[in-house]
């Protein structure tokens, strides 16, 4: 096989997928990407629906509004990337716009965002028990908005900037596409 054959066509993955031996493998990556979605996204749907609104939503402080935030970006991550990899074991092989869109757009947006709530509730937190008290009360519906805005604003510049810059050497870019992982270059065609 010629280089632009492994390339371009059936690559490495793709034979270790399709080999008999991985078959049960492949069905139970699908059973639990599946349960996953059935099960994963409405539990994260109810803690989304409590922790924004439950009880008195008055009452909701910005601890409660950050980890709304955090089921919401479960949410997004399972029907992004999840879908999209479920769509792979089922289909082959994705175009590499698809593949790094489904990377830095769901990916890198999420998981970016949820580690700014996750950073932003712990510091939260600690200001809660140490030094809360002797402030003034804060509005603390504008700021879960603000830094709602602002964690989603951060994540989503973070992955335009990652797209522009064209790096695809993460490994979820080559199991969606099928291309073989080499580390010498940012383009797996000239790899």
Not at 147 to 157: D, E
Request: proline content about 4%.
């Amino acid at each position: 096989m010629t280089p632009h054959q492994e390339v371009t066509g059936y690559c490495h993955i793709d034979k270790i997928l399709d080999s008999h031996e991985f078959y049960h493998f492949k069905v139970f990556l699908l059973a639990i990407c599946f349960i996953i979605q059935i099960f994963g996204n409405p539990m994260c749907l109810a803690i989304w629906s409590y922790e924004r609104y439950g009880g008195d939503p008055q009452k909701r402080t910005i601890l409660n509004q950050l980890t709304s935030d955090l089921a919401w970006h479960c949410i997004l991550a399972n029907m992004t990337s999840l879908a999209t990899f479920m769509f792979r074991l089922t289909t082959g092989p994705l175009s590499t716009f698809m593949a790094s869109s489904t990377y830095y757009v769901s990916n890198q947006t999420v998981a970016i965002s949820a580690m700014l709530s996750l950073n932003e509730m712990a510091i939260l937190k600690l200001l809660s028990i140490f030094t809360w008290k002797r402030l003034p009360p804060i509005n603390e519906e504008f700021f879960g908005h603000f830094l709602r805005i602002m964690n989603n604003l951060v994540g989503f510049l973070f992955a335009l900037f990652g797209r522009m810059g064209g790096s695809n050497d993460n490994e979820m870019y080559f199991i969606l596409t099928g291309l073989p992982l080499l580390s010498n270059s940012n383009d797996p065609i000239f790899r």
